[in-house]
């Protein structure tokens, strides 16, 4: 998950009654197509992660939670994941429910609404369904992949995606082993006609370059009730203009716009925006003062707290020379007070906040176990420096480790701007030095950037980080995560750390259709995650939402589907 890098000024002005910035940029209160059956007025929705390298889901440089609240109303997908967990199928693309066959493996059955057209007006058939599949199955070349891609997981298991009715709405998928999280497929549909091209290396440059945020979505291509037009975007002002598509078959949206403007995690800016109506909703990180005072705003302004399906964490580069050594990380958690960590930063502001011992389920999942070993679940400083010096390493008389020359000292890297964030790693860095491990805070703004800057993630320039993974009800999604690297193609997991019995794990994860089993399996996995101790779940991270009281249909969804999930039904007084 990416949070912001900077903020942006706020300056308030009135229009039909909503709440707007001026010189907002990116579009007129008349621009887009689609009004006249459309709502009035428009919301501003304060962004407060990073403002968009890339919009294209796919790959490392899109894969941002500003992404994706940018992208749940435009690109279609066959489920729609509501705030209690719950999966339904979208009425507005389908026709029907999805069949699911497994009477001789796996077939799953999609039949496309008639009416579901593109904002080109070029139906949505099959062909867009068996184009997603073809450019996420393989990110192996020689098998017409693209290492760019996040993750294979469930695309790789399916054989084939066919069309069959005189005009292509009906698509068949065929798995060649069964994948039982099949409802999580096809989430961000991409538009066949517009981006497939025969030559798998011609379409994985496509794929790697994306859609830089400067030149928009290709073709300005929605599937949904809104439409991100490359005119109505101001990278300047970090500003995206949200219109109505004007193809949209479904009910029309309820808003003439919605303007997404980033505007970073100051607590103070924030508060100060709602307090003056320049701001309609905010989905900061919450802080204890940003909470309690905007819980001060009320009746003006609504608020909730909840417990959402992502956590925070710490994740190592194994690469790096001291963090190679099982022995170091396992003393560097060793070292840690995780309750001291939650009770110092979400346990400000909720009661309900504690310590993560699962990386796979959460606190308040039904499958979540403690797996963590007895050994991390309290600090123990005398344990981790037994550990350090059985690997080698000498205690100083700064009182910090060394082996070989090299003192123990770690770099935690995260996002600017993120005060949680870094009251995280201020309270980690005393309880290191107990231990002799010396730790810095730094900043990164490229950390959720691509391969091309060598301090990100991706290019394993760092060497421990703080940040969150945000979730959905369907867990085989962390797959990509935890398994094992092949060459350049290391998906997500950026600690480049696995083994097979892991992998071998998941694949049986993937295939389970009984949900105990499948929990089983899944607590399994995690309890061989503390083995390698690559990844560190620190607390199940908290959502907070507010909004003005004029505008009604605001609903938190603390899942992957984010804030805007329903904004298209939202309405201003």
Same mark, same amino acid.
């Given at each position: ?232 975007? =101001?990278?300047? +002002? @970090? *500003?995206?203009? %949200?219109? &109505?598509?004007? #193809? ?40 204890? =003062?940003?909470? +309690? @005072? *905007?819980?001060? %705003?009320? &009746?003006?302004? #609504? ?44 346990? @400000? ?7 993560? #011992? ?216």
């Amino acid at each position: 998950m990416k949070f912001s890098k900077r903020g942006a000024a706020l300056v308030a002005t009135g229009i039909a009654g909503a709440m707007v910035l001026s010189a907002c940029g990116g579009g007129s209160s008349d621009s887009g197509g689609g009004e006249g059956d459309s709502g009035s007025g428009r919301v501003i929705f304060g962004e407060s992660t990073d403002f968009p390298e890339n919009l294209f889901p796919y790959i490392a440089a899109g894969n941002a939670t500003s992404v994706a609240n940018l992208l749940i109303r435009v690109l279609p997908g066959p489920y729609v994941v509501n705030p209690d967990f719950s999966v339904d199928w979208d009425q507005d693309l389908l026709a029907s429910e999805p069949e699911l066959d497994t009477s001789s493996g796996q077939v799953n059955t999609y039949e496309i609404n008639p009416d579901a057209v593109w904002s080109d007006g070029t139906p949505i058939t099959a062909a867009d369904f068996e184009f997603t599949w073809r450019a996420n199955r393989s990110s192996d070349p020689a098998d017409g992949g693209c290492p760019a891609l996040l993750g294979t997981t469930g695309y790789e298991q399916i054989a084939s995606v066919e069309a069959s009715g005189d005009d292509d709405k009906t698509v068949t998928v065929t798995y060649t082993t069964p994948f039982s999280d099949w409802q999580s497929l096809f989430g961000n549909l991409l538009p066949a006609h517009v981006m497939d091209n025969d030559d798998p290396a011609a379409l994985c440059e496509s794929i790697t370059n994306g859609w830089p945020i400067a030149d928009g979505i290709m073709d300005d291509i929605s599937g949904g009730p809104w439409q991100i037009k490359a005119e109505n975007i =101001d990278v300047g +002002s @970090q *500003i995206v203009t %949200l219109t &109505p598509n004007p #193809e949209w078959w479904g009910e029309p949206t309820g808003l003439a716009q919605l303007v997404v403007q980033n505007i970073g995690n100051d607590p103070t800016a924030a508060v100060q925006a709602m307090s003056n109506q320049e701001l309609g909703v905010i989905y900061p990180q919450p802080q204890l =003062d940003l909470v +309690s @005072q *905007i819980e001060d %705003l009320s &009746p003006a302004v #609504e608020s909730d707290v909840n417990f959402g399906l992502s956590f925070e964490h710490l994740d190592f580069n194994t690469t790096y020379g001291p963090l190679s050594s099982l022995a170091v990380r396992q003393a560097f958690t060793m070292a840690l007070d995780r309750q001291e960590i939650v009770d110092q930063t979400v346990g @400000q502001f909720s009661s309900d906040a504690e310590v993560l #011992e699962n990386r796979i389920f959460f606190n308040n999942q039904p499958q979540y176990q403690d797996t963590a070993p007895d050994e991390y679940k309290t600090q123990n400083t005398a344990m981790a420096k037994s550990l350090l010096e059985s690997d080698g390493w000498v205690l100083g008389s700064d009182g910090v480790y060394a082996k070989d020359g090299q003192r123990l000292t770690v770099q935690i890297d995260t996002t600017a701007n993120n005060p949680l964030r870094e009251t995280t790693i201020n309270v980690m860095i005393p309880q290191l030095a107990e231990a002799g491990i010396e730790a810095t805070f730094n900043a990164n703004p490229d950390i959720f950037a691509g391969a091309e800057k060598p301090t990100s993630l991706e290019a394993g320039g760092f060497q421990a980080a703080v940040f969150a993974w945000v979730g959905s009800p369907f867990r085989g999604a962390t797959q990509s995560i935890y398994e094992q690297p092949q060459g350049d193609a290391i998906g997500q997991n950026y600690s480049r750390q696995g083994t097979q019995e892991i992998d071998d794990l998941f694949a049986q994860f993937q295939t389970e259709p009984d949900p105990d089993a499948q929990a089983e399996l899944g607590n399994q996995i995690d309890a061989l995650l503390w083995g390698q101790v690559a990844t560190v779940p620190l607390y199940q991270k908290p959502t907070f939402i507010a909004y003005q009281s004029s505008i009604s249909g605001v609903e938190d969804n603390s899942t992957q589907a984010g804030p805007l999930w329903n904004a298209d039904t939202w309405t201003v007084q």
